[in-house]
């Protein structure tokens, strides 16, 4: 009987490998030779099962834009009011800082969609992801009466994220220039204005 194929898990282990080697090294200064030290193998063993070091960071890119969008929809999906969703969003939204391994491989894997398509559809995803599940937060919050907004639901989303993005960045540079609890603060300050609700946290 033929021995069972080994090359899913191969590949699962390269990938890991992969999204540790653009962590330490970024994903500008990364090599095939890196990922291929990393698992002990050659390099050409590599290609055998990623045509390109682009097709393996593209595998990277989609597992961790799968892994935190799924982590807000859970955080959001624990609250029962559309308030408890909207601040448990805003919170699993922005990077604890520059250790923040999930955020800054996300910021490093974006660096490449200003020059690749697939990278940029992705990124895009990643984008309407987010904005989809807070327009349905705040689309609830207004037909409970929750919330009155002042603005459309899409927009208000759209500003939220872009908010988060441009806090993230700030927040996984090498030396900060805010701390996360200052971004959320403000984050928050633009929630209660656009909402109409105070988003207080509730026992």
């Known amino acids: 009987m033929a021995r069972p194929s080994k090359a899913a898990e191969r590949r699962i282990e390269l990938i890991e490998v992969a999204r540790r080697a653009v962590l330490e090294r970024g994903v500008l200064n990364l090599r095939l030779r890196d990922v291929a030290e990393g698992a002990g193998l050659s390099p050409g063993s590599v290609l055998y099962y990623f045509p390109t070091l682009t097709d393996l960071l593209q595998e990277v890119q989609r597992e961790a834009v799968a892994r935190f969008c799924s982590a807000r929809e859970l955080a959001a999906g624990a609250k029962t009011t559309p308030s408890g969703r909207l601040l448990a969003m805003i919170r699993s939204g922005l990077p604890t800082g520059p250790d923040d391994e999930l955020c800054v491989l996300l910021y490093e894997l ?41 603005a459309d639901a899409v927009s208000i989303a759209r500003n939220l994220v872009a908010l988060e993005d441009g806090y993230g960045l700030h927040l996984t540079q090498a030396v900060p220039t805010l701390e996360t609890a200052t971004a959320e603060a403000m984050l928050l300050s633009y929630a209660r204005t656009a909402t109409s609700n105070p988003l207080e946290d509730r026992p």
């Open 110 to 150: 974006g660096t490449i969609a200003r020059r690749d398509p697939v990278y940029a559809a992705r990124h895009i995803t990643l984008y309407e992801q987010q904005v989809r599940i807070y327009t349905g937060i705040l689309e609830a919050g207004a037909a409970t009466g929750e919330f009155t907004l002042t």
